[in-house]
């Protein structure tokens, strides 16, 4: 859509805004999206029985243009290939890219309007946004080549689950319904319904659960933190309700006590997928539920050795001409190479997906410990309805607790000595509170951990074993 158009819509009255949305989705995606969409998805119908030495090809004859075209038209990328004396045909494979340097969001904040194609005109930008759960958020800009393939690679995703057209949905996100103290939303033509569960508290929990009982949907796609807030309070409340044949979680860390808790309440397989707004790098369980299968006709991913035995995400963009991102540094961790799995896909695996480097706690001694190790502190805690650990500084941890009701002296007195027995470090100032609420934060999220330590490059892994050890 056009951005002075998307724009306008945006800034327009809510009413306004759901009754366009209303009609836009009376259209069926194929014609919704267009013919991008339609290439996007038949291209990955093709190359879903690919071989590896086949996505390798198809990922390489996607480089050349981009590369002729970063040279040609994005001034950031030209003055990079002059300083090194690289003309486009010293990019002949993909390994060739580690000839550039990497793009780091400071890059691009600095940098932005230089990344900014000259030769593609305003009216091809779809503004995008990061919301900075680490570093600082940016804006920039995708075209339609990258919408449609993402929207191409979600659709893929639910045929590899078996979804069929007939099949229902329930989607939990922050929607921004007409009436502002609605809570859900019926689509009978697409076959879904729409659910924002902001505060959580009872009358909005028991809603959700009438209403999931009632559709029965086939699916239901969520991000982690709004599922598991419902399942601790089915647990609580010994409600059971139907179950869907899978449940798709994205878009925050999925933590294994969250897995665990949401597969027993709601009794469906979790299935994750991982990427991030700026879509360099996309990963998703099969069926299998086992490794992430790397979404190769989106991006191309390199493994970066960091921390202790960690490696970083770097990817590159195959589609985004607007304003390309070439080996794009995600900041998100990872604590295995590239695998295989058992479905017979040749999309190579990541494992252990630990998210982001700010996902790390930082002790007073400059080692570092991921903050899924605690994860199991709250297990069998059932007074916790939510839960956020803080890492204020280098020696201070503050560990925020909503409870059902009231947290007992008990219960503070066991998360403090949890906390305080995995960290290792005495010297840590671990200060558990209780609050009343955990606000999200500007991208809708509600991130299980977060730091404002800056985390150095000699800062060493510290391996603890967790009860419920790694993701995967
Ligand atoms: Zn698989």
Known sequence: MLEWLKSYVRKAPTPFVAGAEFIYRLIPPKLR?????????????????????????????????????????????????????????????????????????????????????????????????????TGSPF????????????????????????????????????????????LLEYDRVGRELRLTLDRGDERELAQTADALNSFKPDFISAWPSCLYVLARWLKTNRRKIHSPRYIITSSENLYPHMRETIEVAIGAPVIDWYGQEESVAVAMQCAEARGY????????????????????????????????FLRYRTGDLVTGSFGTCTCGRQHPTLSGIIGRESDLIVTPGNTVVSSLGLNFVFHHLDEVKESQIVQESLNSLHIKVVPWN???????????????????????????EQVDHIPRNAGGKRPFFLSHVQLHDSAVMQVIPTASGQQN
């Open 406 to 432: 009231k947290l007992g002296t008990h219960t503070l007195k066991t998360l403090e000595k949890r906390v305080r027995e995995h960290m290792q470090w005495d010297a840590m100032d671990i200060r558990v």
């Open 33 to 133: 999206y267009g013919k991008g969409f339609r290439d996007a998805l038949h291209l990955l119908e093709q190359s879903e029985h690919w071989n590896h030495r086949e996505l390798t090809a198809y990922q390489e004859k996607k480089l050349e243009p981009l590369i002729h075209h970063c040279f040609a038209n994005v001034p950031y990328y030209r003055r990079l290939f002059d300083e090194r004396g690289l003309k486009p045909q010293d990019f002949q494979s993909s390994e060739d890219l580690k000839k550039l340097p990497y793009l780091t969001k400071r890059i691009i904040t600095r940098e932005r309007n230089n990344l900014i194609a000259r030769n593609m005109g305003s009216w091809r930008r779809d503004p995008a946004h990061t919301s900075g759960s």
């Open 293 to 324: 299968h790397i979404q190769m006709e989106a991006g191309y991913v390199e493994l970066v050795p960091r921390h202790g035995g960690y490696f970083e995400i770097v990817g590159t963009n195959l589609h985004n001409f607007v304003m390309p």
């Open 139 to 182: 804006d920039f800009y995708v075209d339609d080549a990258t919408l449609s393939m993402d929207r191409a690679l979600a659709l893929r995703h639910m045929f590899w689950l078996g979804y069929r057209k007939s099949d229902s949905v329930a989607r939990f996100r922050v929607f921004r319904f007409s009436n502002p103290n609605k």
